[in-house]
């Protein structure tokens, strides 16, 4: 029974450890420009979700499984940021992110109040919707897709993108 209670401290130390190392943190959009803002010949791949959002829900698990493809790549970066509730963030979001094993960096967009000034910024067309995703390169804006994006359509756009 002793080595059973060792065995699953260790289990839970080395779990929390695992999620722990990436980030999880609430920012402005000013932030947010900054992440994207860089000269480093990174594809960032930035997905717009939130976890009461059901599209959004179905495709994380096809984004996680092409970010673990791609993780060893130092070309590529995934980071998925939340436009949850700021309220949620601790009681919904980052328990929902361990839960589903979300082993990316994630930031909570904390500007609800502000969507009419930060969403056209990030693309002039978007509507509103989410799931919704942004390539970049070099600061630079590739591609916006607002829809919900399949394993296959998301490692298409990817390996399109890092030929350009």
Same mark, same amino acid.
């Given at each position: 029974m002793r080595i059973l209670v060792v065995s699953l401290l260790i289990l839970l130390t080395v779990s929390v450890s695992a999620q722990s190392a990436f980030k999880r943190e609430v920012i402005k959009f000013e932030e947010y420009e900054k992440l994207i803002d860089k000269q480093d010949d990174v594809l960032y791949v930035i997905n717009f979700?939130?976890?009461w959002c059901p599209p959004c829900v179905k495709e994380l698990p096809d984004f996680m499984a092409v970010?673990?493809?791609m993780s060893s790549r130092k070309d590529f970066k995934m980071i998925l940021v939340s436009v949850d509730n700021k309220d949620d963030w601790q009681s919904?979001?980052?328990p929902f992110a361990a839960e589903n094993k979300l082993n990316v960096d994630i930031y909570l967009l904390d500007e609800l109040r502000r969507m009419n000034y930060w969403m056209p910024r990030v693309d002039a067309s978007w509507k509103g919707s989410i799931p919704a995703t942004v390539?970049? &390169?070099?600061? &630079?804006k590739l591609k916006f897709v607002e829809k919900p994006l399949h394993k296959e359509e998301l490692e298409t756009i990817i390996n399109q993108l890092n030929k350009s």
């Open positions: 979700w939130a976890n970010n673990e493809k919904d979001v980052i390539f970049y &390169k070099n600061g &630079k």
